[in-house]
């Protein structure tokens, strides 16, 4: 079975505070992606990263940062001194596994609202 | 360069009635997925086409239905509407699906059931 979860269903937090969004991922397959999506009040889902199942080198992109954990199967979001056009909901997403019919699809998880107050 | 672009952005139908979605993707992007995002459910895959064909399908009810055109561009119908069809319906495009390369997502189009 593959399963994404996103425990944390709204956190809220004041700016210029540190947060972490948690995924945790469920898959058999060896091979694997995972992705990080924002989706601000505009309804649109942003792109944020991708990262591979063989590539566990944590990543860092401004005040983004990215751990990847197979040990644990997690692959979490923080960022940095938060600010509040970060307020958006963010996805975790897990694609794998060649169905029957040779392709692919994308789980996402519940997502997590995150509120940052000025 | 010009995002995935999905119209109407806002749809009231009532129940019964059927309805049109349309997705242009990003230009030269061949890959167009369709997904239904509610409140409940959160994000769910309904299909996805490459090339004209649909290369997948998620677990939704004969009535949904979609199908892409020589442009790439595609449309998504749901024939007798039920009250909880209302969702925000996202429309996705990427180079080549099976590459693991993110989606770039469209607005959405968000329908309502009455």
């Known amino acids: 079975a593959q399963k994404v979860t996103q425990a944390q269903t709204e956190i809220s937090v004041v700016e210029k505070e540190d947060v972490t969004l948690d995924c945790v991922y469920e898959t058999r397959d060896t091979t694997y992606y995972l992705f990080w999506y924002k989706q601000p009040p505009s309804g649109e889902l942003v792109f944020l990263i991708r990262r591979n199942s063989f590539d566990e080198q944590n990543e860092i992109s401004g005040r983004y940062s990215w751990n990847f954990q197979k040990s644990t199967s997690s692959f979490n979001f923080t960022i940095t001194a938060s600010q509040v056009v970060d307020s958006a909901v963010y996805f975790c997403?897990?694609?794998?596994?060649?169905?029957?019919?040779?392709?692919?699809?994308?789980?996402f998880g519940t997502g997590t609202r995150l509120k940052v107050l000025a | 360069k010009a995002g995935v672009t999905q119209t109407p952005r806002y749809l009231i139908k009532t129940r019964g009635q059927q309805v049109t979605l349309s997705c242009s993707p990003i230009s030269g992007h061949r890959s167009v997925s369709w997904y239904q995002q509610t409140p409940g459910q959160g994000l769910q895959f309904l299909f996805e086409y490459f090339s004209e064909t649909q290369r997948n399908k998620g677990n939704f009810p004969g009535r949904f239905s979609g199908r892409q055109f020589s442009n790439s561009r595609s449309e998504m119908n749901v024939s007798t509407l039920e009250l909880g069809d209302s969702a925000l319906y996202l429309c996705a495009s990427s180079l080549e699906g099976r590459q693991g390369r993110g989606y770039t997502f469209g607005s959405g189009t968000r329908l309502t059931v009455v």
């Open positions: 997403a897990l694609r794998a596994t060649r169905n029957t019919s040779g392709t692919y699809k994308y789980i």
